[in-house]
């Protein structure tokens, strides 16, 4: 989607609940400095979802914020989960509001890279001659697999015990989609797709193998695929992570797996996200942008969140939605100073560095910008 250089940008910034508003506030800090710097023109609708919604409206989000989505260049959103909605059910949890954007846009593919800074290469759980460098893409479906199947729920059996039913369910056209999105980016980076399912037993795995290894057979002969059980995945990514370039894979792998990628690069706080649709006739395509964590509410309120991988996401939007690659690059390239200056947040403090909050970390990266620029 490319957007005209004078028409103001429409974002839609959903900060959700817990950390969330605090580290979207830092990147408010920087879309302004964009509009003061830069010469960018935001028009910005800030709504309410998760925690958030259901405290002003009773539910996780409203119709009427899925339309301001569709309505919008990209969302930009934070994260939901507040637990003190849990007595509100599973239906109205805040949850409901992320996997309800992603169905209702249709957003399909998740891109979640594990890229590890040169400066953090001591706060990796991992050695650091085994992360230095590493440059990692899961690709994950976002709309199908077990957390959309059916049938689902719990039922009460009739000696009143319970039994709490998911379904894996995946079409031939679901993965065939997901897959073109892998082997495309694959062809912009090191070529190399590897497939993560568990064929050996589920037959929604097996169908996935099948489907991925034509799709690539027909169109994407010259990348490099491979296959791997995503048991044996996740000890590969923690044996020999340099391994991997792009990983395409299911709705829950691909969130546990990130998960686990995201320690290779020091923390959950340092993973942005894009969820991408499909494009329409008109050449745009629904994208919502997000950190790969959660609301982390054991940290929620205390000015202490690592703001980086909300930061991030924003620069994937400028990247993938507006087409700002300049723009892309010197926040990623602001936050690597940032990082080498020695400021860390508490979830990638290490020794001799100067531990900083939400705040400080943001407004030291809008300083970097600034010399940047300069
Ligand atoms: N897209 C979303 O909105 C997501 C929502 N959730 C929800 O969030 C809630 C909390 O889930 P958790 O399992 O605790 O996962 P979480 O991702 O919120 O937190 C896991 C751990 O990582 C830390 N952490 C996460 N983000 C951080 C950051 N930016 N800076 C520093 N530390 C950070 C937290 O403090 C916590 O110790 C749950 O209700 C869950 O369903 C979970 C993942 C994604
Ligand atoms: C609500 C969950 C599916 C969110 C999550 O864990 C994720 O998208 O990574
Ligand atoms: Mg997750």
Known sequence: MMTEQNTAIKLLVLPGDGIGPEIMREV??????????RGLSFDITED?????????YGEPIRDEVIEKAWAADAVLFGSVGDPKWAHVGFEKRPEVAILKLRQELGLFANLRPAKVFDALVDASTLKPDVVRGLDIMIVRETVGGIYFGNPRGIETLPDGS???VNTEVYTTSEIERVARVAFDLARKRSNRVCSVEKCNVMESGLLWKEVVTDVH???????????????????QMVRNPRQFDVIVTGNLFGDLLSDLASMLTGSLGMLPSATLGAVRENGKFPALYEPIHGSAPDIAGQG????????????????????????????????SNVL????????????GMARVGTSVMGEAIVRELDKLQK
């Open 28 to 37: 408010r800090h920087v879309i302004s400095w964009l509009e003061s710097r």
């Open 217 to 235: 057979a027909k169109e994407f002969p010259d990348v490099e695929l491979s296959h791997m059980l995503a048991d044996n995945c996740a000890m």
């Open 340 to 351: 080498e200056s020695g400021l860390r947040t508490a979830d990638i403090m290490s020794e």
């Open 48 to 56: 309410v979802v998760g925690g958030a919604s259901l405290a002003e």
């Open 304 to 335: 202490i969140a690592n703001p980086i991988a909300q930061i991030l996401s924003f620069a994937m939007l400028l990247r993938y939605s507006l087409n700002k690659q300049e723009e892309a690059n010197m926040i990623e390239q602001a936050v």
């Open 162 to 164: 319970k039994r709490g």
